[in-house]
């Protein structure tokens, strides 16, 4: 099961349901104990279960707004992952400079020492971190 909205399904679902409005919290805590219901009865009384079916129809119909609150919901989650993304990059930006800084000393400190070995390792090291 996807847990991931790709990029063409709002839109199609939006056009599918037209202008109907979020569900409230009152119509999900209905639906629950609808759901919670039609597990609860005993299926095996009779032939056809009018009353599964009436609740299974009761929900169906109301779908619509569940799924514009769903779509509500994917786009604030897409809104504030990509605003938590900026407001992160600063800070992973200097945290990248401050390991360059490091490797910069390292290899300072090898070729000082006359280990140009050493350094050569550490600059590869390096490039390899970056291309991460």
């Given amino acids: 099961m996807s847990t991931v909205i790709n990029e063409k399904q709002p839109t199609q ?59 509500d919901a994917e786009a604030e989650v897409a809104r504030l992952q990509t605003r938590l993304a900026e407001l992160e990059r600063p800070n992973i930006e200097a945290q990248r400079q401050e390991i360059r800084e490091s490797y910069y ?19 590869c090291n390096l490039r390899e971190r970056e291309e991460q």
Wanted: net charge negative; hydrophobic share 40%; aromatic share 6%.
């Fill in 105 to 123: 000393a390292l290899i300072g400190q090898a070729r000082e020492d006359r280990d140009y070995e050493g350094a050569f390792n550490v600059e």
């Fill in 13 to 71: 679902i939006a056009s599918m349901i037209g202008e109907v409005k979020p569900a409230t919290d009152a119509l999900l805590v209905r639906l629950g104990e609808s759901v919670r219901d039609r597990l609860a009865h005993d299926h095996s009384t009779q032939r056809e279960d009018w009353h599964c079916m009436n609740l299974t129809s009761f929900m169906g119909e109301r779908m619509g707004p569940v799924l514009r609150r769903l779509l």
